[in-house]
């Protein structure tokens, strides 16, 4: 997979000296990139970087600023031409919820096929088999919004290379794997592969950089719009990689000496919902308990569930010696539990409201004065200190929330949440889609408010991420605690190891995953 | 907590070597001059402008007429109605609950304080008080369409709006009511400085709204529940509650703005509600995209209503034809939306329209 480039093979999409310019910002900066046929390139680095900069230009959504070359295809091919053999897969999939996968499947198609006609089993068959290819088990026939994050990934995946007529094209995949689990990411990659070696040129955007090095040939690393480091994955490894994003080694996450031994602090009792099935478990003041398993073990589901975010058919959740309220959000909240959801677009932080009013929704009473008025001025004065704790960049209370970098919306809805000073911290995928700098952070606050004795329970698909925080691991299966790792036995290997074991019923669902994928 | 949280993180090597090796630009707060710049800007309040212009238009074309006080006076409060129910819009609307039945709303508090007051021979304050109790109700219904059977709320109000006017026909017999006792037309038609007091009103209710909206924790969580049902819902925000509060304010001020105009007029007309709908949604989105960039506020309803207002009445003293007023609501609707629209998401607008383009040009991108 990580041969040297390759001199020989013809270069499929060259850039020459891109700049982007956006007022009062240099998105991109005298970028230069070359991918030549059956080379896989990744492009990282922060948020902000410029990377979804590069995409959208490369997807024709943005001008760049004059001077610059961008070829496509080979020499002297018009780049409205070339365009054709580009296919992005955008960050947020660009599939249309209420459509089924067959249906999405079918907008890219060109207009002039019929597909009216051949509606029926034989394109549901066609899709259910791409989707297979893919790794992906489920009914393609209903509306893709009622999918996980994972299924719909992998639809956008699987139309993008649909009705690929020719091998040499490029396939530009813009953070494809931000809700995979480990075992899905490994399916995705293979197929990745496959077509890298029939001749395309791939770009991979990713965060995550054990994909970086485990997928691409070569490495493109962006910081502040231009590019730092431009060499083959052999010569790097994890830290020079992290060097290289954050300008600067990363100390490794300080995780520091948590007593663990905090008073009880919250008691969940066979709790259940559609996936999650009579599940049990406590956790102490100043803990940090992950939560792991495959998708579709419950491990999606539970923080909500113990929030009230999604309705619980039944069990207790006890705070202290109250039972709270279920599917009463409110009653959650005021007994001291905070959720963060997993994705920040989809319920995570109101959009279009300000930096100040999305770090204030949950808790007003302490900006209240005579009346109701609420206090505006200590309201911005309280933003500006947690926008200083968090570091957000650009530290500004009025701007609106959709106009933030991915890591720093983030941060302000963490930092939401720490402003409550909840005694129980619920964290959905805390860092999915978040740059190596903003997670180091977000792990900072994680731990800032475990050592102040809140009991932290941190439900992820990131191995990596449990592995760095974690007192210890829980690992569900099919809606069941299936066993439990403690501090001194976590290791990523072990832990990936123990999510995907093949052991009993499970091994049969995995198998049949394992199968479709052929 | 939050005190120590914030030590640890600010004395952590991390985050005090970030800002020197982040490469941004320290960020600054805006100028002055850029502020006033912006709220003088003419997408801040393109409504002022709008007067500006046919104030000086009309003061040209109709002089004589256009430029008397009394057509002013006439103006502020033969305006205060529509303008009332525009802004018992706003919550509405802020809470994202499109009500299409406020038209209705309005033509039932008219012909049921009419008809308290005509058949049921009940003295004002029980009138009022009944038309205002009816409001209500249709507001808790429309919640309840809303919220608890999840109809969306076009379609529900829609349906609602129908329901009233039948209602409203056979309370009334489709017969105006007619020979409303002095005291109750006084409450229209009463003058204080000059004005009378469906100004005042308006000037109270207004107030209130704008106060509960902008100045407390409900009217942010008002706009919070708008902006994102799920998000808000997440975030502690009693979501179905401040649905009500919005549905039931919105139904019961157009009761009121109903009364006012049947008191206005000595008459229960039962034809007049629908013909507030438009004028009412219209200054409300043309409202929204003045002064908070694209926000529903009380104040830029108020102004809109306004210029729409007065330019209806200058195009009606310079003699132009009957549909005119029609047209220049439909038209001041139409653009105000887009105005939002554009407001809200320029860049990606633009970028779609880009698209548009490259598609109709043969070379479509594959994404």
New interface residues.
């Given amino acids: 997979m990580s041969q040297a480039p390759r001199p020989q093979r013809p270069v499929l999409l060259r850039v020459r000296h891109l700049s982007k310019s956006f007022p009062g910002l240099k998105a991109l900066d005298d970028v230069n990139l070359e991918v030549r046929s059956g080379e896989i390139v990744a492009v990282v680095g922060h948020n902000g970087s410029g990377k979804s900069t590069l995409t959208k230009i490369l997807a024709g959504l943005y001008e760049p600023d004059p001077g610059a070359l961008i070829q496509i295809g080979g020499p002297g091919e018009p780049v409205a031409q070339g365009r054709r053999r580009l296919h992005v897969i955008h960050q947020d999939l660009g599939i249309i919820d209420v459509l089924s996968a067959v249906e999405n499947m079918g907008l890219c198609k060109s207009p002039l096929r019929p597909t009216w006609f051949a509606r029926g089993t034989t394109e549901r068959d066609r899709a259910a088999q791409l989707i297979g290819r893919f790794g992906g088990v489920f009914d393609p026939t209903v509306p893709v919004g009622t999918l996980s994050a994972a299924e719909r990934a992998i639809i956008a995946i699987a139309r993008a290379m649909d009705g690929w007529d020719r091998g040499d094209n490029i396939l530009v995949l813009d953070e494809p794997t931000t809700a995979f689990h480990g075992d899905e990411v490994e399916v995705l990659f293979r197929s990745v592969r496959k077509v890298a070696e029939a001749g395309a040129g791939v770009v991979l955007i990713s965060h995550r950089l054990d994909e970086v090095l485990g997928l691409s040939d070569r490495v493109v690393a962006l910081r502040d719009g231009r590019v730092v480091a431009d060499q083959s994955v052999d010569t790097l490894d994890y830290d020079a990689l992290v060097g290289l994003i954050a300008g600067r080694s990363l100390e490794a996450v300080e995780r520091g000496s948590v007593s663990g031994a905090g008073a009880p602090i919250m008691n969940i009792e066979g709790v259940a919902g559609q996936r999650v099935r009579n599940l049990s478990m406590r956790l102490r003041a100043g803990e940090i308990v992950g939560v792991s398993g495959v998708l579709g073990s419950g491990r999606e589901e539970l923080a909500s569930l113990i929030f009230g975010a999604r309705r619980r058919t039944k069990g207790r959740v006890l705070i202290g010696d109250a039972e709270v309220t279920p599917n009463d959000i409110r009653a959650a909240i005021a007994n001291g539990l905070a959720f963060l959801p997993p994705d920040r677009r989809r319920g995570g932080g109101v959009m279009d409201l300000s930096v100040r009013e999305n770090l204030t929704l949950p808790m007003m009473s302490p900006l209240r004065r005579r009346l109701g008025r609420l206090d505006r001025r200590a309201e911005r004065a309280e933003t500006e200190r947690w926008a200083a704790t968090v570091a957000l960049r650009p530290p500004d209370p009025e701007r609106p929330l959709k106009l933030l970098s991915g890591g720093n919306q983030q941060k302000v809805l963490l930092a939401r949440w720490l402003r409550t000073k909840p005694r129980v911290l619920l964290l959905d995928e805390p860092t999915q889609g978040v740059d190596v700098g903003a997670k180091a952070a977000i792990y900072e606050l994680i731990i800032a408010a475990a050592r102040q004795g809140a009991g932290v329970l941190v439900c992820s698909s990131d191995a990596e991420e449990l592995v760095a925080l974690c007192d210890r691991v829980l690992v569900l299966d099919q809606g069941e605690v299936r066993s439990e790792l403690s501090r001194e036995s976590l290791t990523q290997a072990g832990l990936a190891g123990e999510v995907v074991g093949f052991d009993g019923s499970s091994s049969a669902c995995v198998d049949v995953r394992m199968e479709a994928a052929q | 907590?939050?005190s120590?949280?914030?030590e640890?993180?600010?004395t952590?090597?991390?985050?005090a070597?970030?800002?020197a090796?982040?490469?941004?630009a320290p960020?600054q707060?805006p100028t002055m001059s850029a502020q006033l710049r912006r709220m003088l800007s003419f997408q801040n309040i393109s409504a002022l402008y709008l007067f500006v212009l046919l104030f000086v238009a009309f003061s040209l074309w109709v002089p004589s007429t256009f430029l008397s006080s009394g057509v002013w006076r006439a103006l502020l409060s033969g305006q205060a109605v529509t303008c009332l129910v525009a802004v018992g819009l706003v919550p509405s609307l802020a809470a994202g609950v499109f009500d299409l039945a406020v038209g209705s709303e309005v033509g039932l508090g008219a012909i049921l304080a009419a008809w308290a007051l005509a058949s049921a021979h009940a003295n004002v304050p029980v009138a009022v008080a009944t038309a205002l109790l009816a409001g209500a109700v249709v507001g808790v219904c429309n919640w309840f369409l809303i919220v608890g059977l999840r109809i969306q709320s076009f379609i529900a109000t829609l349906g609602v709006s129908s329901v009233l006017l039948a209602m409203i026909s056979w309370v009334s017999d489709g017969q105006q009511i007619v020979n409303l006792p002095h005291s109750f037309a006084s409450l229209g038609t009463g003058q204080f400085l000059g004005l009378q007091w469906p100004v005042y009103v308006l000037a109270g209710v207004a107030l209130a709204i704008w106060y509960v909206l902008e100045?407390?924790?409900?009217?942010?969580?008002v706009?919070?529940t708008g902006?994102?049902l799920?998000?808000?819902?997440?975030?502690?925000?009693?979501t179905s509650r401040i649905i009500l509060l919005c549905t039931v304010v919105c139904a019961v001020v157009a009761a009121l703005a109903g009364l006012l105009e049947s008191a206005q007029l000595a008459t229960g007309d039962p034809t007049i509600g629908p013909g507030y709908a438009l004028p009412a949604i219209s200054a409300a989105l043309f409202g929204s995209t003045q002064f908070r960039n694209g926000r529903m506020n009380v104040w830029g309803t108020v102004v809109a209503s306004y210029v729409l207002a007065t330019g209806v009445k200058g195009l009606q003293l310079a003699g132009l034809p009957l549909w005119i007023p029609d047209l220049f609501n439909g038209v001041a609707l139409l653009v105000a939306v887009a105005m939002a629209r554009y407001q809200?998401s320029p860049s990606s607008r633009l970028?779609g329209i880009?698209?548009l383009f490259?598609r109709t040009?043969?070379?479509?991108?594959?994404?």
């Fill in positions: 907590m939050t120590s949280v914030e640890i993180i600010m952590s090597a991390l985050s070597e970030e800002p090796d982040s490469g941004f960020w707060p100045c407390t924790p409900t009217g942010r969580r706009y919070a902006a994102d799920d998000a808000a819902r997440l975030a502690g925000v009693r809200n970028a880009g698209r490259a040009r043969g070379s479509g991108v594959n994404d």
